[in-house]
């Protein structure tokens, strides 16, 4: 799933190619893509798009509309299998195709929705069959807010805020840095990564961390967060952020199931809850313990994170 850093990574991407310019026109090639009716897509045809930002791992395009004085804006989630595509202009010859006609240009795999602009097209696609990516259209900075789940800004927040986030519920570590009303924009890959950087187990409960451990929590969020968002951001004004994975190269432990841990060169072990994966050092981060599934089946039960579906939802 696209997490904070992968979303700015293509926010960095979109505005130089979108902001200032008019938004020509959505395609909505799959209708349960759209979860609001009303305002109805057409009022954003022609308005200039004023700017992209995030929430959570949401995209926004905020969109001047001649109809109205307050914004109009566009919310894109793209959940687990969602991802960006753009697709320049077509070459002279062929711009005086219509817009159908120019199906053919789109990516291959299951094109959700089509962005027009003057400069090119933005395509939104989905990979399986699962639908979960969702487009909402509000109107007004007020029902934006009303999209946001709440979790705070990591990146801004004190050792103090964050603390207090963590420990409003008794919860594992896992749970609490990948729920978005606690803190925004985490999911799987980087809370293994963090957990990794501040060496605690994910399954050390929120209420028992001392003062000492939540700061190194805190500042190894920030620091992992920070770092993999210069690297993505970087890559991402060279070139679209066409592959847009979890599993990356230079992670320490996610997606790195049996691989040796670039700190202390224990093999890296996982847990299997469902369709859920954590990826951990046992050196680093367990005192030297191997997490067995069955025996932690109980409090996998009651405190993992549901799948993006019920996380991302709330």
Known sequence: ?????????????????VVGRPLLGIRLLNPFLLRTVDP?????????????????KRLVFEIASVC?????????????????QWRPKPSPAGEGAPASARVSDAPRGNVLAAFEFPSGTLFLTEAGNKRRA???????????????????????????????????ENRTLKRALTDPRVLSGIGNAYSDEILHRARLSPFKL???????????????????????????TAEAREKFPEKVTA???????????GSRCPVCGEPVQRIMYADNECDYCPGCQTGGRVLADRSLSRLLKDDWPRGAARAEDD
């Open 1 to 17: 799933m696209p997490e904070l850093a992968d979303i700015e990574a293509y926010l960095e991407a979109l505005r130089p190619r």
């Open 40 to 56: 109805p897509l057409g009022v954003v045809t022609g308005g200039t798009v004023g700017a992209v930002s995030r929430l959570g």
């Open 68 to 84: 109205s004085d307050a914004p109009y804006f566009l919310v894109i989630h793209l959940m687990i299998a969602g991802r960006l």
């Open 134 to 168: 969702s487009l909402h259209l509000v109107h007004g900075r007020a029902a934006l807010a009303g999209l946001d789940p709440g979790g705070i800004e990591v990146s801004t927040s004190t050792a103090e805020e964050f603390a207090e986030a963590l420990r409003r």
């Open 206 to 232: 929120t209420g028992s961390l001392s003062d000492e451990e939540m700061a190194r929590l805190h500042q190894a969020a920030v620091a992992v967060l920070a770092e993999w968002t210069e690297r993505l």
């Open 247 to 257: 599993f990356r190269p230079g992670m320490a432990v996610h997606g790195k199931f």
